[in-house]
């Protein structure tokens, strides 16, 4: 079964656009940060570690790949609020947050709707300017 899973994953991710792919990663981090709460909740901290660890990987992998040059200013504000978030998650960890999880989790899924309904607008079409935000 979880053969089945990652080969869909695999399937979905080199499948899909770049503006679809930004959302994975957006779902990608906020279900991290999901399961971290519930870590912090059940006093699990190590568990939490990892989960925050994972989330902020995927934050440093959509804030890396950000293309200063085509995105412009909303490229560079995209880049300060990842280190933002970076800074309220590190703290977060520090003090067992949950108000400040639940904060990032806000930014990110802001981000994630306004991506999703980018890249799902059917007059949206290639070259997605969402996409024109990251490197390719």
């Known amino acids: 079964m979880h053969k089945a899973a990652n080969a ?3 399937t ?5 656009t770049p503006g679809h792919l930004v959302v994975l990663l ?3 981090a906020i279900t991290f940060l999901e399961q971290a709460k519930q870590e912090i ?3 699990n901290y190590a568990k939490k570690g990892i ?5 902020l990987d995927i934050i440093a992998e959509l804030d890396g790949s950000l293309n200063v040059d085509k995105g412009g200013e909303i490229a560079q504000n995209l880049h300060k609020l990842y280190v933002y978030c970076n800074t309220r998650l590190l703290q977060a960890n520090l003090k067992m947050d949950t108000g400040i999880v639940d904060e990032v989790i806000g930014i990110l899924s802001a981000f994630r709707s306004a ?3 980018i890249s799902n607008n059917q007059a949206y079409q290639a070259p997605p300017k969402a996409a024109s935000y990251y490197a390719r």
């Open 26 to 28: 957006y779902d990608g």
């Open 12 to 16: 979905q991710v080199t499948t899909t």
């Open 8 to 10: 869909y994953m695999q």
């Open 41 to 43: 909740q059940a006093k």
């Open 51 to 55: 989960l925050i660890s994972q989330a």
């Open 115 to 117: 991506f999703s309904e």
